[in-house]
């Protein structure tokens, strides 16, 4: 299922951004639905709670006690029950880990309060912060924060809440590839039929593919200084991603120095297939070479958060927004490139023009 639907949002994406062509105006129902789906996966990702389960919140415990965590769960029927000697209600629960069947465990939650809650008197799913008293083996109720949730996030102990920035991160560096990989492909073109067109969709799209790398390393610096301490850490994957901002600025550099259009378009696409080359090797090898702190790292369990066949991972309804935000920035990265395009044409034309009348 995870791969169906990355796959859709980069078939989508890329059928959006060729029809029409580069060189038309981007119809209004496109346009749309590109800020459509990074709204709704904008949305998704401040409003969806992110929620673990009554195992991982004991095994946190383990490690750190008075560890709370944001649990999802259900009331069971005849429950709660006030206990008017100790001033507390005891909530059994049905725990979501084993399924909606009559026999799954039920988990019990104190609630240290001698008014209930109204969201304890319904039937609907709750997620509320807890703790876990070893001696007693239950669950110290804190305060809820979504009652009915259309979905949940699922809790990562590495990522917690941050795991939200990924829907955006990888994304952008997905896009940054992408974009890489059309301009290796213009390049081509250029050479084969040494159009001046082609050189300008290879150099257009390398650009959106710097800005997209940049903003790929920004948001994750922002995660790597909640996550890690500081912004830069020197992992692997920050090294291979500064590498490769490095290997493209030195293509901008080469065609900012020659003025002859031929010889630039030239040197500049056989610069464009080379430079393509490292970037599988950057994102996607190196990373994985070596030990880090960014998920995916060798050494770790899982081969990072958007690959990793280990459940509760992406295989979640955080897929669906990461699925949207795929797709919106892919549309997003073609909508640009179409915007540079036609200006950078405009801009010939104009040019041709105030060279005809000076003459």
């Not at 789906?37 to 008075?66: C, E, H, R, W, Y």
Request: glycine fraction near 6%.
């Amino acid at each position: 299922m995870k791969f169906i639907v990355m796959f859709s949002a980069v078939i989508i994406g890329v059928l959006f951004g060729f029809i029409p062509h580069f060189t038309k105006p981007r119809p209004i129902i496109w346009r749309w639905v590109a800020i459509l789906f990074v709204a709704i996966a904008s949305v998704l990702v401040f409003l969806t709670p992110t929620a673990g389960s009554f195992s991982q919140l004991k095994i946190m415990n383990n490690i750190t006690d008075g560890y709370t965590i944001d649990v999802k769960f259900n009331v069971l029927d005849g429950s709660p029950e006030f206990n008017s000697a100790g001033n507390y209600w005891v909530l059994s629960t049905r725990n979501p880990e084993a399924g909606s069947s009559g026999n799954a465990v039920p988990q019990i939650i104190i609630i240290n309060q001698k008014d209930l809650p109204d969201e304890f008197t319904t039937d609907k799913m709750i997620v509320a912060n807890l703790n876990y008293d070893k001696d007693s083996n239950r669950f110290i109720y804190n305060h809820t924060k979504s009652i009915a949730p259309l979905m949940t996030y699922p809790y990562l102990p590495a990522l917690q809440d941050k795991i939200r920035i990924m829907v955006f991160h990888v994304p952008m560096a997905w896009v940054s590839v992408v974009a890489y990989m059309v301009s290796m492909i213009y390049s081509i073109l250029y050479l084969r039929r040494r159009d001046l067109k082609y050189d300008l969709y290879a150099s257009s799209s390398a650009a959106l593919g710097f800005v997209f790398t940049i903003l790929a390393t920004v948001t994750g610096m922002i995660w790597a200084k909640f996550n890690w301490g500081s912004f830069w850490n020197w992992d692997p994957r920050q090294t291979s991603i500064l590498v490769l901002m490095l290997i493209y600025a030195a293509y901008f550099a080469l065609r900012s120095a020659l003025d002859r259009e031929d010889l630039k378009a030239r040197l500049s696409s056989v610069y464009s297939i080379i430079a393509f080359l490292t970037v599988p090797f950057f994102v996607f090898i190196l990373p994985r070479m070596f030990s880090g702190l960014h998920p995916g790292a060798k050494g770790e369990d899982t081969a990072g958060p958007v690959v990793s066949n280990q459940p509760g991972m992406l295989d979640s309804s955080l897929l669906y927004a990461f699925g949207l935000a795929l797709a919106g920035f892919i549309i997003i990265y073609f909508w640009m490139m179409s915007l540079a395009i036609r200006y950078d044409n405009i801009k010939t034309k104009y040019s041709a023009a105030s060279r005809r009348l000076s003459v």
